[in-house]
């Protein structure tokens, strides 16, 4: 299972769980981005995107 993000030339991402604990950080050099959430246990998650002086929060859930 992947996600894959566009527009996210120099960026950070960072995923949080449900109760706000960091379980995955990285970046992105490229203006897209693809990772893997396959080692994610089911539940829900907070993506933070930082490009810049710009910060994108989004939701997702992880269903097996």
Same mark, same amino acid.
């Given at each position: ?18 109760? $706000?604990?960091?379980? =995955? %950080?990285?970046?992105?050099?490229? *203006? ?8 994610? @246990?089911? $539940?829900?998650?907070? =993506? %933070?995107?930082?490009?810049?002086? *710009? ?8 269903? @097996?």
């Amino acid at each position: 299972d992947k996600i894959t993000i566009t527009n996210c030339e120099k960026s950070i991402l960072y995923i949080y769980d449900i109760s $706000g604990r960091r379980v =995955m %950080e990285t970046a992105s050099e490229s *203006n897209l981005f693809t990772f893997s959430i396959g080692q994610l @246990r089911p $539940g829900i998650y907070t =993506m %933070e995107i930082i490009k810049g002086k *710009n910060t994108l929060y989004r939701k997702f859930s992880v269903i @097996r």
